[in-house]
C-alpha cells in the first residue's frame, strides 16, 4: 500500500476510535489544533510518564517543575524569540497558498535522496551477495550526477540559512525548479520572515495591558527557575530539570495531521554543565535519549539522528533523532548544546546574577546546558505509526491492529464473558474488579467474541481475558495475545502476575541501558 494511503488510514483511525479528533469539529475544525479522545488521553499520558519516570526516577540529579504558560514578556525579549523566532515564508501567485521556503528545498533534497537511494537498491538487488554499496556511490555516473546536484544545492541552502539570507533562498527555489504541488508553477513571491509566537494582553486595558505571549518553548520556564530549583533543592552541577506541558506556535503550514501543530506538547529537559563538558554530556545524552526510543521496540532502523546544517546563534552542537514516519523520516527530538546563552541573557536583562558556586573548583560561572526536547504530540504519531497493522488471518478475514508496546497500551485487558448468561457476567465482573486497581481493563459482553477481539486489536489491547463455562468450575481463564493471536489457559490467582510482567512501565524503563 502507497506509505500516504497508509497515513490517511491512521488519521481515520485515530478518529474512528477515539484517539484523536479535529479540534471544534461542530464548527469544522480549527486549523492544525486537535483534542485527543478517550484512548489518545490514556496513550499521551502512558508516553509522559514513560519520559517523565526515564528523567526523575532514572537519573538521582534529575527534578521536575512546571512551570506557567504565561511569563513575563522580557523572557521572551531575552531569549531572543521577539527578534528571531522567526520562519522564512513565501507564497506561490497562482493557488495562493503559502509555505515554507526552507521546508520546500529540505522536501527537494529528500527527493534526491530517495532517487539515489532507489537506484543503491536496486543495484544491490541485480548484483546479490557481491555488492559494494561504497563503490558504487562512488563510479556510476548518474548516481554521482545526483549526489553533485544535491550537495550543490545543500551548500548553498546551508549558507542562505546561516547568513538569514532570503533572496538567496528564492534564488534556489527557482534555480532548483521546485514548483508549488497545488498549481504546479514556479510563480513565487519574495521569501519573508514571519514571527511564530501568539500574542496576548494580560490586564484590563484601563490600567494599561500588558502583551505577553504564549509560550513557544517549556524550556525558559526551567532557565528562569534555575537558581530556584539549585537552591532549593541542593543540586550540584551537573544536574536537570525536566519539565513537560504545552507549547504554541503560529505554524505557516501546519499539515501532517499532529506533528505540526499550533497548540501542542513537549517534554524538555535542561541538564546544566561545568563549561567545558558540555560536549561530553551532549554526546551521553545523545545516546540515552535514543536508547529511550529504540527500547519501545518498534524497530531500530526506524530511527536515526539527524546533525543540524544551521546551528542555532546560542548552540554549539544540536541534532534531531528521526523516526521514519508513514511521509518520511522527520525530527520528533532534538538535543541542543545552548551553551551558557539563555542563563547568560536571562542574567542581562533581568540583572540578576544566574551563576553556580561549584565547591569542587572554588569558582562561580554560568552553566552550560545540554537540552532534550521531544514534541509528545509527535512521540504519539511515531508511535501509532509504528503500531497500525493491517493483517488477514488464516480464515481469510482480515484485522486492523495496532501493536502498541504493551506499556503504554490505553486499555491493558478485556475481560469477555463467551455469553452474556450462566453467571459468565458476574464471573467477569469479580475479575474485573480485582484487576482494576493494577490495570486499565474494559468489559464487554457485547457481540461475538471474534467481533470483540476485532475491537480490542484496533485500539491495541495486549490482552484479552475470556471466561467460559468450565471458569466457573476450574477458575482458570484464557488469555489471548493481541500480536500472534495464540491463546493460553492460566489460573485466576495468576492473572495479576501474568499481565504485570508483560505490561509493566518498570520492566520497559529496566530496558533503558543508561
Ligand atoms: N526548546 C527547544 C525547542 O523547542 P524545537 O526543535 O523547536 O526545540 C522541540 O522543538 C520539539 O518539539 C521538536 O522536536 C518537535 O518534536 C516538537 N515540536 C516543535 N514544533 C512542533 C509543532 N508545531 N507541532 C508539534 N510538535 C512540535
Known sequence: MAQDDVFKKI??????????FPSSEVYDGLGAVYDYGQYGVELKNNIRKYWWDSMTLLNDNVVGIDSAIFMHPTVWKASGH?????????????????????????????????????????????FGAAF?????????????????????????????????????????????????????????????????????????TADGA????????????????????????????????????????????????????????QMEMQYFVRPGEEMEWFNKWKAARLAWHQALGLGDAKYRYHDHDKLAHYANAATDIEYEMPFGFKEVEGIHSRTDFDLGQHEK???????????????????????????LDRMFLSIISGSYAEETLANGESRVVLKLPPALAPVKLAVLPL???????????????????????????????????????????????????DTLSDDR???RFRDTMEQERAPISMLNDIIAEKVSMKNLLKKINY
Open 419 to 469: 455469553v452474556k448468561k450462566d453467571g459468565l457476567p458476574e464471573k467477569a465482573g469479580e475479575i474485573v474488579r480485582m484487576l482494576r486497581f493494577d490495570f486499565r481493563c474494559q468489559y464487554d459482553e457485547k457481540d461475538s467474541i471474534g467481533k470483540r477481539y476485532r475491537r480490542q486489536d484496533a485500539i491495541g489491547t495486549p490482552y484479552c481475558i475470556t471466561i467460559d463455562h
Open 132 to 204: 559494494d554499496e561504497a563503490q558504487f556511490r562512488s563510479t556510476n555516473a548518474r548516481t554521482l550526477e545526483q549526489q553533485a546536484r544535491r550537495d550543490a544545492v545543500h551548500t548553498r541552502f546551508a549558507k542562505a540559512l546561516n547568513d538569514a539570507d532570503l533572496e538567496e533562498l528564492r534564488q534556489i527555489i527557482l534555480d532548483a525548479e521546485i514548483v508549488c504541488p497545488i498549481s504546479g508553477t514556479r510563480n513565487w513571491t519574495e521569501v519573508r520572515q514571519f514571527n511564530l509566537m501568539f500574542a496576548t494582553e494580560m490586564g484590563s
Open 210 to 265: 500588558m502583551r505577553v505571549y504564549l509560550r513557544p518553548e517549556t524550556a525558559q520556564g526551567i532557565f528562569v527557575n534555575f537558581l530556584n530549583v539549585q537552591k532549593t533543592g541542593r543540586m550540584k552541577i551537573p544536574f536537570g530539570i525536566a519539565q513537560t506541558g504545552k507549547a504554541f506556535r503560529n505554524e505557516i503550514v501546519a499539515r501532517q495531521f499532529i506533528f505540526r501543530m499550533r497548540e501542542f506538547e
Open 82 to 126: 521577539v527578534d528571531a523566532f522567526n520562519d522564512p515564508l513565501i507564497d506561490n501567485k497562482d493557488s495562493k497558498k503559502r509555505y515554507r521556503a526552507d521546508v520546500l528545498v529540505e522536501d527537494y533534497l529528500a527527493k534526491i535522496d530517495e532517487k539515489i537511494n532507489k537506484e543503491v537498491e536496486k543495484a544491490a538487488k541485480r
Open 477 to 479: 481463564v484464557t488469555i
Open 11 to 20: 488519521i481515520s483511525h485515530c478518529k474512528e476510535y477515539g484517539f484523536v
Open 349 to 375: 536583562y533581568s540583572g540578576k546574577k544566574m551563576q553556580y558556586f561549584d565547591p569542587e573548583l572554588g569558582e562561580s560561572y554560568t552553566p552550560y546546558v545540554i537540552e532534550t526536547s521531544i514534541g
